[in-house]
């Protein structure tokens, strides 16, 4: 039983800790090959430039839209004023069949650039992209939300990276913010998980897109089945099955305003971690050592991680057989104190209360990890659907 609790442990500590380790030590060497690369035979620029305008390929976003009256207006203003030539820019949205003044808002733009498809049954997301997608004849075609908003670079520095025949797609930087003062609340999981992008996209292991923000060559994109939850990483893993490079570029800036509270965050985590599991048993061929450092990063980043909670559980079952060794009541002594740790976390978050940094840490970790287990459940247990689940914002 021993080796029980302590392996349920230390698959817990390699995918938060040890991972990242050996993936920024594997960057770093790979980082070192190209610097001396460039500096002995002059091979791999450190830069990506700009690329001139009359150079630049035309380009097409795509927004699913569903209940979006509160932001849709500045999403589709956001967008049309973007630093990018005005005849190579094309935006298409679709309102599946929203209940509120979403489809009225986008019928009164006028500006010959916006191309609204203004559908009256509601379908899923994922229809709604596989049907946009089929309309694009760009090259480039760039992904993201209703209430996202780009910087007004952020679609030309997503396109440059496509003068690279072998880049596949591009997943640009998130930061959330405050929807009452606008200020940066990202979180130090959420900077944890961006430098994890940034070094796996060095060493060709990034996994899959952020939603709000990136761009794919259209002739990879493969429609997809209409329950997909996860659809941008699916759409990204498709474009690296076919061998293309996944780059991620910090630069290329979206913000989003971050969900008001635990609770509401929480149902996006739920069915985020139901898609993982759609995702995870639905798509074998990454598991294939074909993928090389792809699939290092899968099982240490994705795989790993997917199965804490199971993990979490396990040590915790597992140690109250061993409660006969002082060793080992410590352990279950430290558990419990770590879970009403986050109880009372959370407690005092439903309260308005302001968390200090660590006890943040423990009920973020918690909390997601519960989310997880209960979109595992689901994953069993119903019948997966593609519809809408709105955050409130």
């Known amino acids: 039983m021993e080796w029980v609790f302590w392996g349920s442990i230390a698959v817990i500590l390699y995918s938060y800790f040890i991972y990242p380790l050996l993936l920024m030590a594997a960057s770093a060497l790979v980082q070192l090959w190209r610097d001396n690369s460039y500096i002995w035979r002059g091979e791999n620029q450190r830069s990506v430039p700009y690329t001139a305008d009359d150079s630049l390929p035309a380009v097409t976003v795509v927004i699913a839209a569903y209940n979006e009256q509160s932001c849709i207006a500045q ?19 679709g309102s599946d069949g929203s209940k ?22 509601n379908r899923g997301k994922v229809s709604v992209l596989n049907e946009l997608l089929s309309l ?14 780009f910087k007004p670079d952020t679609i030309r520095r997503l396109v440059r990276h496509f003068s690279d025949p072998k880049v596949g ?15 940066n609340r990202d979180g130090v ?28 060559r259209q002739a990879l994109y493969e429609p997809l089945p209409a329950n997909t939850i996860v659809d941008d990483y699916k759409i990204a893993m498709n474009i690296a099955r076919h061998g293309y490079v996944l ?15 635990i609770k509401d965050e929480m149902g996006r985590r739920i069915r985020i971690g139901l898609g993982n599991y759609q995702a995870c048993f639905s798509m074998p061929w990454l598991f294939s050592p074909k993928n090389g450092t792809r699939l290092f990063s899968y099982i240490s980043h994705k795989v790993m991680r997917w199965f804490v909670p199971h993990m979490m559980l396990v040590a915790a079952v597992s140690n109250v057989f061993l409660l006969d060794k002082p060793t080992y009541v410590l352990m279950f002594v430290l ?11 959370y407690q005092k978050h439903k309260a308005g209360k302001l968390l200090s940094m660590p006890l943040a840490l423990v009920v973020f970790f918690v909390s997601m990890n519960y989310a997880l287990a209960v979109g595992f459940k689901r994953y069993f247990s119903t019948n997966i659907q593609g519809n809408w689940q709105r955050t409130e914002r």
Do not use: M
């Not at 509120?100 to 498809?117: N, Q, V, Y």
């Not at 558990?335 to 976390?345: D, T």
């Open 75 to 93: 999403r589709v203003e956001n967008i049309l004023s973007q630093d990018y030539p005005a005849d190579k820019l094309t935006l298409l949205v």
């Open 247 to 261: 780059k991620y570029d910090p630069e290329a800036i979206a913000t989003e305003e971050s969900a008001p509270t």
């Open 335 to 345: 558990q419990v104190l770590f879970y009403l740790l986050a109880f009372y976390g």
């Open 100 to 121: 509120d003044r979403t489809a009225d808002i986008l019928a009164d733009i006028k500006d010959p650039r916006l191309k609204a498809h203004l559908f009256t049954e």
């Open 169 to 183: 797609a591009v997943c640009g930087e998130l930061q959330l913010v405050d929807a009452e003062t606008g200020n």
């Open 136 to 149: 694009v004849e760009t090259e480039i075609t760039v992904l993201t939300d209703a209430n996202t908003a």
């Open 189 to 216: 999981y959420w900077r944890y998980e961006r430098l994890l992008k940034f070094h796996e996209s060095r060493i060709n292991a990034l996994l899959g897109a952020n939603g709000a923000n990136y761009a794919i």
